[in-house]
């Protein structure tokens, strides 16, 4: 029987945006994963919580994800009173599925911090990690060796590791950040190319990044 094969993308979907969208459906696809399950963090009270809810980034992504059934939207970290780390999530979610291949999907931005993430070795002794290229960024040349040491270009046998390696892979790049989204609607500039229409219909009657203060104008 094949073993189960999932991918779990975290972030703050702050507003989920295309660049999200792509990396989860490309690597469900290249990686032949049954779903991908998108997690939005809890944002620490200092961080824009007031201003946008994690109610309401859980809704942009489900919004988002409405029509595409091979990416679930899962609001566990959203459930507890704190903001919790990647490998408590990771933990739980082992706990639920023993066997499973578990891929945590990151950017290639979150692989130059990775090995400053709270019990990172943990991480992989949980799941593979599978990183996607991101702003033209090359592999860190500082990569510890016991990183290096898990790398794979194999995507075909993903699947059949339940944690423990490391894949690289090539998605068509889309260079777009959340900040980018929020910083363009405070300006009041065009966002089409960057969120689904939509998210942006979400955005604009609940009056979030800025929207309230101004007529829409451009937007
Ligand atoms: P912000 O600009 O607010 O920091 P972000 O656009 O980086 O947000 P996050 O929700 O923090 O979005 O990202 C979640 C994960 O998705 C991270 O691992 C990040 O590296 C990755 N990611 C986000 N956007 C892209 C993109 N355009 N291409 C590849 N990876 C991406």
Not at 99 to 124: P, V
Request: with cysteine; aromatic share 4%.
């Amino acid at each position: 029987m094949k073993r189960q094969c999932i991918g779990l993308l975290g972030g703050t979907f702050n507003p989920i945006h295309n660049g999200h969208l792509q990396m989860a459906n490309e690597v469900c696809q290249q990686l032949n994963l049954d779903h991908v399950r998108l997690i939005p963090n809890r944002l620490p009270p200092h961080k824009s919580e007031v201003e946008v809810s994690g109610i309401q980034r859980l809704q942009m992504a489900r919004i988002a994800t409405k029509a595409l059934p091979h990416l679930v939207v899962d609001d566990c970290e959203l459930n507890r009173h704190q903001p919790s780390y990647t490998v408590d999530t990771l933990a739980e979610f082992r706990d639920s599925h023993p066997n499973a291949s578990i891929n945590f999907i990151i950017g290639m931005d979150s692989l130059m911090s990775f090995e400053r993430w709270h019990q990172h070795r943990r991480i992989l002794a949980l799941a593979n990690l599978v990183v996607c290229q991101r702003q033209g960024l090359a592999l860190p040349t500082s990569l510890p060796q016991h990183l290096l040491d898990r790398l794979t270009e194999d995507k075909s046998q993903i699947c059949h590791r339940a944690n423990g390696a490391i894949l690289v892979t090539q998605i068509t790049p889309m260079a777009v950040s959340s900040t980018e989204v929020r910083q363009r609607l405070l300006n009041k500039e065009e966002v089409s190319d960057c969120i689904p229409a939509a998210v942006m219909d979400f955005i604009r009657s609940n009056r979030l990044y800025g929207l309230g203060e101004a007529p829409t104008g451009k937007v």
